[in-house]
């Protein structure tokens, strides 16, 4: 987990930094399903879950967006992403 978030610094398409973080993230929930011994824990994971998946799907749905728009999935054309588009800017 540690690696993958590491990797996630180095990258420049917002997708694979998505991708990184998304496993990342996965391997925290696993910790908490390997440690989790009660079902107030479980729910808790569950919840933390199905909003994360929501986010992430509103988050690579913006960046699929952008990518159409601008032809490029490269960090560095989101600058300025208030000033050229804010209603994606304010989604993501």
């Given at each position: 987990m540690i690696l993958r978030n590491l990797i996630v610094i180095t990258q420049t398409s917002m997708k694979r930094m998505l991708a990184y973080?998304?496993?990342?993230?996965?391997?925290y929930v696993i910790i908490g399903i390997i440690v989790g011994d009660s079902n107030d824990e479980y729910a808790s994971m569950i919840t933390y879950m199905v909003f994360y998946i929501?986010?992430?799907?509103?988050?690579?749905a913006c960046i699929v967006l952008f990518s159409l728009r601008?032809?490029?999935?490269?960090?560095?054309?989101?600058?300025?992403?208030?000033?050229?588009?804010?209603?994606?800017a304010l989604s993501l």
């Amino acid at each position: 987990m540690i690696l993958r978030n590491l990797i996630v610094i180095t990258q420049t398409s917002m997708k694979r930094m998505l991708a990184y973080s998304s496993i990342g993230q996965i391997g925290y929930v696993i910790i908490g399903i390997i440690v989790g011994d009660s079902n107030d824990e479980y729910a808790s994971m569950i919840t933390y879950m199905v909003f994360y998946i929501s986010m992430n799907l509103g988050t690579f749905a913006c960046i699929v967006l952008f990518s159409l728009r601008t032809e490029t999935d490269n960090i560095r054309d989101y600058a300025g992403l208030y000033t050229k588009d804010p209603f994606l800017a304010l989604s993501l």
